[in-house]
Nanobody
């Protein structure tokens, strides 16, 4: 079955960097878009970034433009979220998900369990 597992979260100081990974199994990653989302305490979940099957990136959150990038390695069945210049407001649980489609549009049906990112001095 479709399974997504996030890793790479942790505690980082403001201005620091983290690289999150999303390991996919149970489906052929090559054909599908993967999105990253986050949910901060007391806030609704929001979209961060998505990468389509053709490596096109879609930014869901303007606040991460210029700081976050997304990439995929289909051979390793992973999608990475590189986060630079982190700010305290980036603190959240980060999730990867797939809409089982090739583009970054549509409803996301499959989700990972999330990984905690905390940005604090």
């Amino acid at each position: 079955q479709v399974q997504l597992v996030e890793s790479g979260g942790g505690l980082v100081q403001p201005g620091g960097s983290l690289r999150l990974s999303c390991a996919a199994s149970g489906f052929t990653l090559d054909y599908y878009a993967i999105g990253w989302f986050r949910q901060a305490p007391g806030k609704e979940r929001e979209g961060v970034l998505c990468i389509s099957s053709r490596d096109g990136s879609t930014y869901y959150a303007d606040s991460v433009k210029g700081r976050f990038t997304i990439s995929r390695d289909n051979a390793k069945k992973t999608v990475s979220l590189q986060m630079n210049s982190l700010k305290p407001e980036d603190t959240a649980v980060y999730y990867c998900a797939t809409n089982v489609g090739s583009s970054c549009h549509g409803n996301y049906d499959y989700w990972g369990q999330g990984t905690q990112v905390t940005v604090s001095s």
